[in-house]
């Protein structure tokens, strides 16, 4: 189940990771059919993020790196009704998944650091 952020968990997350970080941010709605829609929206924002890691990674790094967030997709808790957004983070060595609040904006983002 993902969690509310900790100042902790926002110093580790800026703090310098290896490269690449991924970023997944997905608005959630508290309730009705749109919340049901989301883990495939989840899982259409790997593909952005897959898209964006082939252009400069191989193959099996880009699987490796994506597998943990694919699990995030299966995991039936992730999207329970709760606050509104979603917010997974992924580097070599880390996998983080928050719920926040105010919604974010729907995006993926592959860069150097968070």
Known sequence: M????TQEDLRNLLSPKSEPCISIFLPLPRHGPDLAMAP?????????????????????QVRELLAPLAGLAEAA????????????????GLLEAYRVWPSPPERAVVADSF
Do not use: H, I, M
């Open 2 to 5: 993902p969690k509310k952020p």
């Open 40 to 60: 495939v929206r989840f899982r259409s924002l790997l593909r952005d993020a897959e898209a964006l890691l082939k252009e400069r990674y191989d193959a099996k």
């Open 77 to 92: 808790d992730v999207f329970s009704p709760g606050p509104e957004g979603l917010a997974a983070f992924r580097a070599p």
